[in-house]
């Protein structure tokens, strides 16, 4: 049995000698890899490629259309004729053979306005598409950055774990030699034997969500979640962050806003293309035809025409059955559903910035306590064992100071990533994610 736990303690305190070798992966060299590969950031960029696509000249209706045509026809029939005048043309397999070919031009000069307005919608539906991208890039990263300081977080858990086991190693070879000299009970052994395997069990347990959150990351980096790595636990934090500045920028810049604003945009441009039916078309149609044809038994053995030929149209329709009212009101009110929901908008992110940035204030001051306590606890500690050594103190006591540091530092490193999350999402909110990105770059 001891050999056995000698073989797991051997195995948990290697770990972290090992795990030195494996990638160091900065939280920006996370970010590039995900802009790079990440599946729903590559969806969006080939959905912004659509959108250009349709916001195209060749999208538009500007451009004319044309046309070509061309067909031949072979008959071969009996053919018989009285032409009334005593002359009668009777002739057996008469052959008959026609061609005809023609290019057609054709152009709508002018449609009510409709073309304008659908042109403009396509390059407001571009923008919005841009928008949207934006947002997938956003949300896609901020996931990133949680999962990140998350496996940031394990890692610290971990590797407190392991100090914390090394010292429960320490204090029960002490506790040990401490019973063979008669200085400790045999109980003293055996809670010194337990609490180092509890702690054992704690190692091995937060070793296998450690596991698990990298593969979240990896998942999200879209390469192999096997793939492993280590990740920097430092954790920087922005200076200068103001309410009111925060909450100017977001109405500014959020993208969620943006996005319903870009929406009114369309509704209004949809509108006036849906009153360009009240209005008449014209349509202008030119083109090249020529005809040829041979036949045995008609009155023209040969014949042939070519030329040029043009048309100009107007065509209004006066009354559609009420098709194109119905089209414009239901705009209207697609309009007004799309200025609600900006005003909607407008209010969560109001509250969401606000309740936000007392999340983040909170975070920093919850953080600066932890971190106040856990100096307290090491100092603790540090005393405790010195005591514990000398026996001024007993086992129960000591391990209490060890679980409190323990606690602590947990508590702290808790803290920090929650805070800084907390500012992430702020900076999100307030539409300066992508910038602060690009400075941390």
């Known amino acids: 049995m001891q050999k056995s736990n000698f073989k797991l303690i051997f195995i948990i305190i290697l770990f972290p000698l090992l795990s030195q070798a494996q990638e160091q992966l900065g939280v920006m060299d996370a970010v590039n890899i995900a802009m790079k590969d990440n599946y729903d950031i590559k969806i969006a960029k080939n959905n912004l490629k659509i959108a250009e696509n349709n916001a ?33 043309r009777d002739v057996d397999n008469a052959e008959t053979e026609s061609y005809n070919y023609g290019v057609t031009l054709n152009y709508r000069l002018f449609d009510g306005m409709g073309r304008y307005y659908n042109y403009k919608k396509f390059k407001a539906s571009y923008t919005l598409s841009e928008l949207e991208g934006r947002a997938t890039v956003e949300n896609t990263l901020m996931k990133l950055i949680g999962s990140y300081y998350e496996v940031a977080r394990l890692s610290s858990k971990l590797e407190n774990l392991n100090r914390t086991l090394e010292i429960s190693n320490k204090r029960m070879n002490l506790t040990k030699t401490q019973f063979d000299y008669g200085q400790a009970s045999k109980l003293d052994v055996l809670r010194a034997e337990v609490d180092k395997n509890n702690d054992s069990v704690n190692y091995i347990t937060t070793n296998r969500e450690l596991l ?50 870009q ?24 083109g090249y035809s020529g005809s040829s044809t041979d036949s045995d038994g008609g009155f023209a053995l040969h014949s042939e025409a070519t030329g040029y030929n043009a048309n100009a149209s107007l065509n209004w329709d006066v009354f559609d059955g009420g098709r194109t009212h119905t089209q414009v009101q239901n705009a209207k009110i697609v309009e007004l559903n799309a200025q609600e929901k900006a005003n909607s908008q407008l209010r969560n992110l109001e509250r969401e910035v606000s309740n936000a940035y007392v999340n983040y204030k909170n975070s920093l001051f919850i953080m600066e306590v932890e971190q106040n306590n856990m100096k307290t606890n090491k100092l603790n ?3 405790s064992k010195d005591q514990f050594a000398l026996g001024q103190i007993n086992s129960i006591d000591f391990r209490k100071a060890q679980v409190d540091l323990e606690d602590s530092i947990n508590r702290y490193n808790q803290a920090k990533y929650t805070a800084k999350v907390a500012e992430m999402q702020l900076m999100k909110l307030s539409g300066l994610f992508m910038q602060e990105i690009n400075v941390a770059k």
Do not use: C, H, W
Not at 57 to 73: D, F, H, R
Not at 77 to 86: F, I, K, Q, V
Not at 269 to 285: A, E, N, V, W
């Open 56 to 88: 195209g000249l060749m999208n538009s209706g500007y451009l004319p259309s044309l046309n070509a045509n061309g067909g031949a026809t072979y008959k071969n029939e009996d053919s018989y004729m009285d032409l009334g005048n005593g002359v009668v």
């Open 263 to 286: 929406n009114i945009g369309i509704a209004s441009l949809d509108k006036k293309s849906k009153r360009s039916g009240f209005i008449p078309k014209i349509d202008l149609k030119g």
């Open 381 to 383: 500690f540090s005393y």
């Open 212 to 261: 698990v959150s990298r593969r979240d990351l990896n998942v999200i980096l879209a390469r192999d979640v096997r793939t492993p790595f280590e990740v920097d636990t430092l954790v920087l934090f922005s200076q200068d962050i103001v309410e009111d500045k925060m909450m100017e920028m977001a109405l500014d810049q959020n993208v969620d806003y943006l996005i319903s604003q």
